[in-house]
């Protein structure tokens, strides 16, 4: 049973992501028209082609890669707030190193670790951490193998489905480094 109101909150949600609840939407592997709540493509038997409603709000986002960008405009932004958080303390030590933002200010930003994690209790930093970056050298190299991955992945799997696979990597990544950082 619903309490009053729980009915208005999901339509308002639903209009706000763009979630689909009943019709038809695009299969995003073999481009045949399937319900919206259909456990697998009758065409090509891609499991969920739906995405639970919410395929046409991810497939605006990662088409004509708009992820990409918005990534790369992102992740940037976090980088240059790391810096202007650091001040004046950006450190050196060679190339990969240049143009680091401290350590301080990367924790304080959501870097992930097991200290963070599992210590501070910080779980939102699996998260978050895929946004920052330790230096120049890091972020060029993040950004450019985004560049070249993202339109195979979105090719392969679907613009939807590349953002699912990217959010997915990044927390398991991250979970993972910091399960593998324990003392």
């Known amino acids: 049973m619903c309490r009053p109101g ?20 695009v299969c995003a592997s073999c481009g045949y028209l399937v319900g919206v709540n259909d456990e697998t493509c009758y065409h090509c038997g891609r499991r969920n082609p739906g995405l639970w409603g919410f395929a046409p709000a991810l497939r605006s986002l990662g088409n004509d890669l708009g992820f990409v960008p918005f990534m ?6 976090m980088y240059a707030v790391t810096l202007l958080a650091t001040g004046g303390l950006i450190s050196g030590g060679g190339l990969g190193g240049l143009l680091a933002p401290s350590q301080y200010a990367l924790l ?21 951490a895929g946004f920052l ?11 450019w193998g985004l560049r070249i991955l993202a339109p195979i992945v979105s090719e392969l799997y679907g613009p939807g489905r590349l953002v699912v696979i990217y959010t ?16």
Request: net charge negative.
């Open 133 to 143: 970056h330790a230096s120049l050298l890091h972020i060029v190299l993040n950004l």
């Open 6 to 25: 729980e009915d208005d909150l999901h339509v308002i949600l639903d209009k706000m992501f763009k979630r689909q609840t009943s019709g038809s939407v």
């Open 108 to 128: 304080v930003f959501g870097a992930s670790g097991y200290d963070p994690v599992f210590y501070g209790g910080r779980w939102w930093t699996v998260l978050s």
């Open 72 to 77: 790369t405009g992102f992740c940037v932004l």
């Open 168 to 183: 997915g990597s990044t927390i398991l990544g991250f979970l993972l480094s910091s399960v593998a950082g324990s003392p």
